[in-house]
């Protein structure tokens, strides 16, 4: 009878963990499809973002080249010194500036993927204070007695 006993608390257990571990595989899941549409949300915020600002710097460059070219009366000028200024840009953000831009690209995206606001049910899942766990404490708990 006790052989009996403990064979159904253990399969009772048994059958608790698989429970736990599947919840734990579906909380994985959702936490993946969670960081991933954040990940997506700003991947596709910051196309959109840099689109629009490449046209307006676009068509600033072209006001900023017609201007020029009508005060030195030469449009070779004109758009030489937008293409100058450009060039100086460029060459700066290679030379001074890439370790800066990259080390915040960096951080931006680590940030974007690990940091997040906690969830303190997702906390308490996590450390085996969840739904399942303490279904596994009280019945092993109540198939002691």
Do not use: C, W
């Amino acid at each position: 009878m006790g052989e009996e006993k403990e064979n159904g608390t253990f399969k009772r257990v048994q059958q608790l963990m698989q429970q736990t571990m599947s919840e734990r595989i579906l909380l994985l899941k959702m936490e993946i499809a969670d960081d991933l549409s954040r990940l997506l949300n700003l991947l596709v915020v910051g196309l959109i973002s840099g689109f629009l600002m490449l046209m307006f710097l676009l068509f600033l460059s072209v006001t900023a080249g017609e201007y020029l070219t009508t005060q030195l009366q030469s449009r070779v000028a004109g758009y030489g010194i937008v293409a100058g200024f450009y060039l100086l840009i460029v060459l700066l953000m290679i030379f001074v500036f890439r370790k800066p831009i990259g080390q915040k690209i960096d951080s931006a995206i680590l940030d974007a993927l690990f940091n997040k606001p906690p969830d303190p049910q997702d906390d308490a899942q996590l450390h085996g204070n969840g739904a399942a766990s303490v279904a596994i404490k009280e019945e092993i708990q109540s198939e002691m007695l």
